[in-house]
């Protein structure tokens, strides 16, 4: 500012020629960067996750207690066959549900280290009326081995502290 007819450089201009501001746009940039491709999925694991998803929802919907069973997390059966046969019995009963699973969509993604759970959004259809939406519930699917395989359990049993112990909790209740 000074000298006549000399223009009054603007505030935009300032911040770009500050190598201040160039660094930190930088670095937010990577860190963006980070987290973006920090919980997505490769490709293979996409179809890995697509194809167990798929399976576990028509053994659910079609009450094929085997399959269910082999797809819900190992935690979630151990709890239920340790407490008592009834309790296992009234778990897994899939004869007494009067919904279907739909429309699962991902929430979330969260990784650390080989281990990565999600959790979906699903909706439930009435089994005599496919036309009623019922509640939407939540399923976490979990794996611990890069995604090659994947197990299921409801939110209610993730957040159970007997089965999935806090700390291995990627997916934090408040999220």
């Not at 650390?112 to 959004?121: A, F, N, P, R, V």
């Not at 909790?169 to 408040?174: E, R, V």
Request: hydrophobic share 40%.
């Amino acid at each position: 500012m000074g000298n006549v007819g000399e223009k009054t450089p603007l505030i935009t201009d300032l911040f770009i020629k500050n190598n201040y501001f160039q660094r930190v746009r930088m670095s937010y940039f990577i860190l963006l960067t980070l987290v973006l491709f920090g919980c997505t999925l490769s490709a293979e694991q996409e179809r890995v996750l697509s194809e167990a998803q798929r399976a576990y929802i028509d053994a659910r919907n079609n009450a094929d207690v085997l399959r269910f069973v082999g797809f819900t997390h190992p935690n979630v059966v151990a709890y239920y066959k340790n407490d008592a046969d009834s309790s296992f019995q009234k778990k897994f009963d899939l004869s007494m549900d009067n919904y279907n699973i739909q429309d699962g969509t991902i929430r979330m993604i969260k990784k650390e280290g080989k281990t990565i759970h999600i959790d979906y959004l699903f909706k439930t259809l009435k089994k005599d009326n496919f036309d009623v939406f019922g509640q939407e519930i939540h399923i976490i699917a979990i794996s611990e081995d890069h995604g090659d395989s994947w197990f299921f359990l409801d939110e209610t049993d993730y957040r159970n502290e007997q089965i999935i112990a806090p700390k291995y909790q990627l997916i934090d209740a408040n999220e």
